[in-house]
């Protein structure tokens, strides 16, 4: 057992013995501790994750069960993660869950597998166990570089995950995150996925992932790293050790550019904290995207159809009802076409979704809208065949 800075041990009548015997602490903590530790104890909570036995709910010195639900901090070494395992760690001392950390070597700046190496050490002193650096080779894909890095870190961080038999994987996500996340959807995407940011849970490699910190702030994380004297690692890549005066340049990650030049900008404009307002409007366009899609899967149940094996051997994918699609309503009728080419794994494009839209409700002979990889629409009569062979139509 050890102490973090700010807390006291404070030994009933007997001595304290060792590390084995019961003691009982008074923890003083700093506003921004208090709140880190309430929003993962209320998002655990929520996920069935809460007090594992009554005697953990009193002070003193406890052990897990070798068989308590495991949680799992994935940590990259930043001041956003090393916070998050600190306080994943007395939040798991606090309930009885067995806490560790992942750590994923992406292998893209210089000397990555020593700051791998150094995270994994400061987890290790704050009491995380298991602690695992796993090594990756990050694809090149069209992608592009970040998101290619992305898709490797969760593959590894949901294989180790499963492996262990973790029941959850914490991520460090911010508020400021999550708006920069809005920013890049307003910049790169359409439609009110744009501006929906990042999801609270998600599932993902059959792994379930936690967003408890989207309420906090990084200054927030910053202080818990300086009131536990946690020491963390910047990426050089999110252009912090440049002056708030200066534009990053633009060989820089675009996330980078939206958190050092763009965000302050919008605050300075707006005189108000954006950061906060971005975050709030993405939990209310959220609430609206989850309704609009437990509509749409209704929807998908009755409206689209398995091809049979006649039309599966002419390329058909799949088989949408025209007549029933066109009563939707168009929100959930855009949303549900989109789903159906998501499903099938074609990459597409919301003037593509608009064409393939024509088809339900202004259809006149007209071709439909061609995909990637010979992929096509096509309407025969009151149906509307996805198809993988781009000359299905001239069959």
């Excluded at 961080?157 to 996500?173: E, F, T």
């Excluded at 975050?279 to 398995?306: E, K």
């Excluded at 088989?319 to 076409?337: E, K, M, V, Y």
Aim: one cysteine or more; proline letters at 5%; a positive charge.
């Amino acid at each position: 057992m050890w102490l973090l800075p700010g807390m006291l041990w404070t030994p009933w009548s007997d001595p304290w013995i060792g590390f084995e015997r019961e003691a009982a602490w008074t923890m003083v903590y700093s506003a921004e501790m208090k709140r880190a530790v309430g929003l993962l104890r209320s998002t655990l909570g929520r996920e069935g994750l809460g007090l594992q036995d009554k005697r953990f709910a009193h002070h003193g010195v406890h052990r897990p069960d070798s068989d308590a639900p495991l949680i799992l901090v994935a940590c990259s070494g930043g001041r956003d993660s090393l916070a998050l395992a600190c306080v994943a760690h007395l939040v798991a001392d606090m309930t009885g869950l067995r806490c560790g950390a992942l750590l994923i070597d992406h292998g893209l700046v210089p000397n990555s597998d020593r700051i791998a190496a150094h995270a994994a050490g400061t987890c290790r002193a704050l009491g995380l166990d298991p602690v695992l650096v796993t090594r990756v080779d990050v694809p090149v894909t069209s992608a592009g570089p970040e998101a290619d890095a992305r898709a490797a870190r969760y593959q590894a961080l949901s294989g180790q995950a499963l492996r262990l038999g973790a029941r959850a994987v914490l991520l460090a996500h911010t508020r400021d995150d999550q708006a920069e996340t809005v920013m890049i959807g307003l910049i790169r995407s359409q439609g009110l996925e744009a501006i929906t940011g990042m999801a609270r849970h998600i599932e993902r490699g059959g792994m379930r992932y936690l967003r408890p910190f989207l309420d906090l702030d990084r200054k927030d994380t910053t202080a818990i790293c300086r009131q536990q004297r946690i020491d963390w690692w910047d990426d050089p890549t999110n252009g912090d050790d440049q002056p708030a005066d200066c534009t990053l340049p633009e060989t820089l990650p675009l996330r980078s550019r939206i958190r050092h030049d763009l965000l302050p900008a919008l605050d300075r404009f707006a005189g108000r904290d954006m950061v906060r307002r971005l975050a709030l409007g993405a939990d209310m366009a959220r609430l609206d995207q989850d309704y609009l899609d437990s509509q749409v899967n209704g929807l998908y149940q009755r409206l689209v159809v398995s091809p049979n094996s006649g039309q599966k051997a002419k390329g058909v994918l799949a088989c949408l009802d025209a007549r029933g699609l066109a009563d939707c309503h168009p929100a959930l009728r855009t949303r549900l076409l989109a789903q159906v080419l998501t499903k099938l794994g074609i990459r597409f494009t919301a003037v593509q979704v608009r064409a393939l839209d024509d088809l339900v409700c202004r259809w006149h002979g007209q071709q439909g809208p061609r995909f990637p990889s010979s992929h096509t629409a096509i309407r025969k009569g009151q149906v509307i065949l996805i198809c993988n062979d781009g000359d299905h139509a001239h069959r």
